[in-house]
């Protein structure tokens, strides 16, 4: 799944493509979410800047105006304040959580909260966020005994609308050249897959 980075307007506006960008990006998590069982998710990454709160941010935005009943959306002040009690299921509560490698690690909630976790949303960096830092964060999630349920790959790709899809229909290729009985693949001379599309294997499998 892709994250668009923040692109500013002169008028301070947001650009359509944005707009629909974080439209998708929020359908697609939201219908991932549906497919579990869990109930409180918390946002985390491995550093800040990977693009964490934009990613709770837009789920907000998008998620909370289509269907507020559904669900609930707190920082880390708010769960302070606040109580698993207090959110009547099945509504899904979303929490803005930490940087799992930034300062101590540690995640500021309380244990009604922590033993009310079902699981983690994680945001990787593209050229950022290394296998080492995923293994680390992966390894101090489940030392919290929090299972990840999905992985946001952050390319952050300010190149424009028209590079963005050229760099999609590339990958969409390169997925079908990996897929068994297709002619790219049994074919000896097929270009090969794209490197970033094995590093965000290796990440979506943390």
Do not use: Y
Request: net charge neutral; charged share 25%; proline share 6%.
């Amino acid at each position: 799944m892709r994250s668009i980075a923040r692109q500013g307007q002169p008028d301070g506006g947001t650009p359509k493509k944005e707009v629909l960008a974080r439209r998708l990006l929020a359908e697609g998590v939201a219908a991932a979410l549906r497919g579990h069982p869990n109930r409180c998710i918390l946002v985390v990454s491995a550093r800040s800047g990977d693009g964490k709160t934009f990613l709770f941010e837009t789920l907000e935005s998008v998620l909370a105006a289509a269907d507020p009943d559904a669900w609930r959306f707190l920082d880390l002040r708010q769960a302070a304040h606040a109580s698993p009690a207090d959110f009547a299921a099945p509504a899904r509560v979303v929490i803005d959580g930490a940087s799992m490698l930034d300062g101590d690690g540690g995640i500021q909630l309380n244990a009604e909260w922590m033993e009310a976790l079902d699981g983690a949303l994680i945001v990787l960096l593209a050229g950022r966020t290394t296998e080492d830092e995923v293994a680390q964060l992966r390894a101090r999630l489940d030392a919290l005994e929090i299972p990840p349920v999905g992985v946001v790959w952050n390319d952050r790709d300010d190149r424009g609308m028209p590079s963005l899809l050229q760099a999609l229909k590339r990958r969409a290729a390169a997925v079908r050249q990996m897929l068994p009985g297709s002619k790219a693949a049994q074919t000896s001379d097929a270009p090969r897959p794209r490197p970033i599309l094995r590093r965000a294997a290796q990440g979506g499998a943390a």
